[in-house]
C-alpha cells in the first residue's frame, strides 16, 4: 500500500518542475466585457508581470485580483492567477503539520481559476495547460484513489493542450516527464490499484517520454529543466551518451527562473552517478 502511493504520487507530481518554466501568457484571446471607468487593467498586467519576474507570486496575485474585480472574465488574468497560486503553494514548507491542507487550498484556487479560463477560452492552449498543472500538484496532496483518478485528467488536459497549439513547449515537457513516471509503474502496482480502487492506471512510454521531451527542448532551448528532465528519460532508457550530453550542456545555460539552481545542482549530481556508464 505504501509503496503504490508513493509509486502514484511521483507519478502525479510532474508539474512542480514545469511550472516554473512557463513564460508569461503570449497569446491575446478575448477579455470581459466590462469594465469601470478609471482602472488600467494593462498597467495591472504589467505590475503583475514586474512581481512574478521578481519571484514574488503573492504579489503578483494581488494585482491580478484588482483585474478580476474589474474584469470577471479577463482570461490573462486567470491563467496568469492559476499560475501564481500553484506558485504560491509550492512555497509552503513541508515542515508543519497542516502543510498538506494549505497547499491543497492553494493549489484549488489555481485549479478554480484555470477551469474558469477554460470556460472563457475553451481553444486555448493556456487554459487547458494550467489546468493540468494545477490538478496534478492537487493530486500530490491527495489520497491514493483520488491521485488515480486524477492522472487521467491530468493526460486529457494536456493532451488537448497539445492539440490546440503543437508549439507549447512547456506542454511537450509535461507529458514527457507524465510518460516517464506513468512508464515507471510496475505490473505489480498497477494491478495493486485495479483491486485495490477498482480501476485501471493509465499507460506510458519512455519512448513517448523522449519524444515529447525533446520537442520541448526544441521549442524551448534555454529552459534548464526541460534538459534536465530529457536527460533524465535517457538515463531511464539506459541511453548513457545523449544523458551525459545534455547534462554537460546545462551549466552554461543562463538562470532563467527561481528553481534554475537547485535544477543546475541536480544536473551536476546526474552526471556524477552516470559518468562512467
Known amino acids: 500500500m505504501l509503496q503504490l502511493s508513493v509509486v502514484i504520487l511521483t507519478c502525479l507530481a510532474i508539474t512542480a518542475s514545469v511550472q516554473a518554466t512557463e513564460t508569461l501568457v503570449s497569446e491575446e484571446p478575448r477579455a470581459g466585457c466590462c469594465r469601470p471607468e478609471g482602472v488600467d487593467i494593462s498597467q495591472l498586467h504589467k ?5 512574478y519576474a521578481q519571484f514574488k ?3 503578483a ?3 491580478l485580483r484588482k483585474i478580476l474585480h474589474a474584469d470577471a472574465g479577463n482570461f490573462q488574468a486567470l491563467v496568469k492567477l492559476a499560475r501564481a497560486q500553484i ?3 509550492d512555497s509552503i514548507p513541508e515542515s508543519s503539520a497542516d502543510w498538506k491542507e494549505r497547499k491543497f487550498k492553494e493549489y484549488s484556487v489555481a485549479q478554480d481559476y484555470a477551469r474558469k479560463a477554460v470556460r472563457i477560452e475553451p481553444n486555448s492552449t493556456w487554459s487547458h495547460f494550467w489546468v493540468a498543472a494545477a490538478v496534478g500538484k492537487i493530486a500530490m496532496v491527495s489520497p491514493v484513489s483520488k491521485q488515480v483518478d486524477l492522472s487521467t485528467e491530468i493526460r486529457d488536459a494536456v493532451e488537448k493542450s497539445i492539440a490546440l497549439d503543437p508549439q507549447n513547449g512547456s506542454a511537450y515537457h509535461l507529458y514527457g516527464v507524465w510518460h516517464r513516471k506513468v512508464a515507471e509503474i510496475g505490473n505489480g502496482s498497477r494491478i495493486f490499484a485495479s483491486v485495490l480502487y477498482g480501476k485501471s492506471l493509465p499507460m506510458g512510454s519512455l519512448e513517448k517520454s523522449i519524444e515529447y521531451l525533446k520537442k520541448a527542448v526544441a521549442l524551448n532551448p534555454t529552459i534548464i529543466v526541460s534538459r534536465l528532465e530529457l536527460a533524465r528519460s535517457h538515463v531511464a532508457n539506459g541511453q548513457w551518451q545523449p544523458a551525459r550530453a545534455l547534462l554537460n550542456s546545462i551549466p552554461e545555460l543562463p538562470g532563467r527562473f527561481s528553481d534554475d539552481a537547485r535544477h543546475k545542482l541536480q544536473a551536476e549530481q546526474l552526471l556524477e552517478e552516470i559518468k562512467d556508464r
Open 47 to 51: 505590475s503583475a508581470d514586474l512581481f
Open 57 to 59: 507570486p503573492r504579489e
Open 61 to 63: 496575485a494581488h494585482e
Open 87 to 89: 506558485d504560491i503553494g
